[in-house]
Nanobody, 120 residues
Framework: QVHLVESGGGSVQPGGFLKLSCATSERIFGLGYMGWYRQPPGKQREFVAKIATRGTGRDYLDSVKGRFSIYRDSAEYTVYLEMNNLKPEDTAVYFC?????????????WGQGAQVTVSS
């Protein structure tokens, strides 16, 4: 069963823009947090951004602060990640995640991943 539906991603040149979206159900949206991790080629998965699905909390990886923006549409149970001024080091598979504060816990749900490639 697919709990998170990701869309977006693609290939852009350095300095370009991409937008990811992640849609889910009311129940999973209500777990409390949604966000993205990414896995660059040959490297481990790393946190990118998260947003509280209730309230105003947001958090970002230091290297994307000021370039990436995460926001939600609570009526559609969807979260978005806008990525500006993309750099080659942003190249990775981006995974959406929904969780209750524990992304590695039993109440975490992961998307199928979206490829983002930044290259000239």
């Amino acid at each position: 069963q697919v709990h998170l539906v990701e869309s977006g991603g693609g290939s852009v040149q350095p300095g370009g823009f991409l937008k990811l979206s992640c849609a889910t159900s009311e129940r999973i949206f209500g777990l409390g947090y949604m966000g993205w991790y990414r896995q660059p080629p040959g490297k481990q998965r790393e946190f990118v951004a998260k947003i509280a699905t209730r309230g105003t909390g947001r958090d970002y990886l230091d290297s994307v602060k000021g370039r990436f923006s995460i926001y939600r549409d609570s009526a559609e149970y969807t979260v978005y990640l806008e990525m500006n001024n993309l750099k080659p080091e942003d190249t990775a598979v981006y995974f959406c995640v929904a969780h209750d504060g524990r992304p590695d816990g039993p109440n975490a749900y992961w998307g199928q991943g979206a490829q983002v490639t930044v290259s000239s």
